[in-house]
């Protein structure tokens, strides 16, 4: 079991940006894989980034190009970049981590609200 602590939502304006932290616990988090999802009001939990085993990174077409994902491993924490925000990325943002050692462990969630 590993703990994942989630932070950096908030409310800001369309255009602008926000980074959201994902912290994990654990000695290996080098070879943690970290996806995040998005649930809007009312709608299903759709998948923002996957990255592939290969270090690759896929995006949907509706944040590629403003969403990034990086990752700190001396931090043990993951990151998703996000510019040019628009109202419809209003969401609860979430990290699910797979440890590739059988534990798969989604994080609390963290609220991004776009809007003027």
């Known amino acids: 079991q590993v703990q994942v602590v989630q932070s950096g939502g908030g409310l800001v304006q369309p255009g602008g940006s926000l980074t959201l932290s994902c912290t994990v616990s654990?000695?290996?988090?080098?070879?943690?894989?970290i996806d995040w999802y998005r649930q809007a009001p009312g709608k299903q939990r759709e998948l923002v980034t996957h990255?592939?085993?290969?270090?690759?990174?896929n995006y949907p077409t509706s944040v590629k190009g403003r969403f990034t994902v990086s990752r700190d491993n001396a931090k043990n924490t993951a990151y998703l970049q996000m510019n040019t925000l628009k109202p419809e990325d209003t969401a609860i943002y979430y990290c699910?981590?797979?440890?590739?050692?059988?534990?798969?462990?989604w994080g609390r969630g963290t609220q991004v609200t776009v809007s003027s």
């Open positions: 654990g000695s290996a988090f080098s070879i943690y894989t």
């Open positions: 699910y981590v797979d440890t590739h050692g059988g534990v798969l462990t």
């Open positions: 990255s592939q085993s290969d270090g690759t990174t």
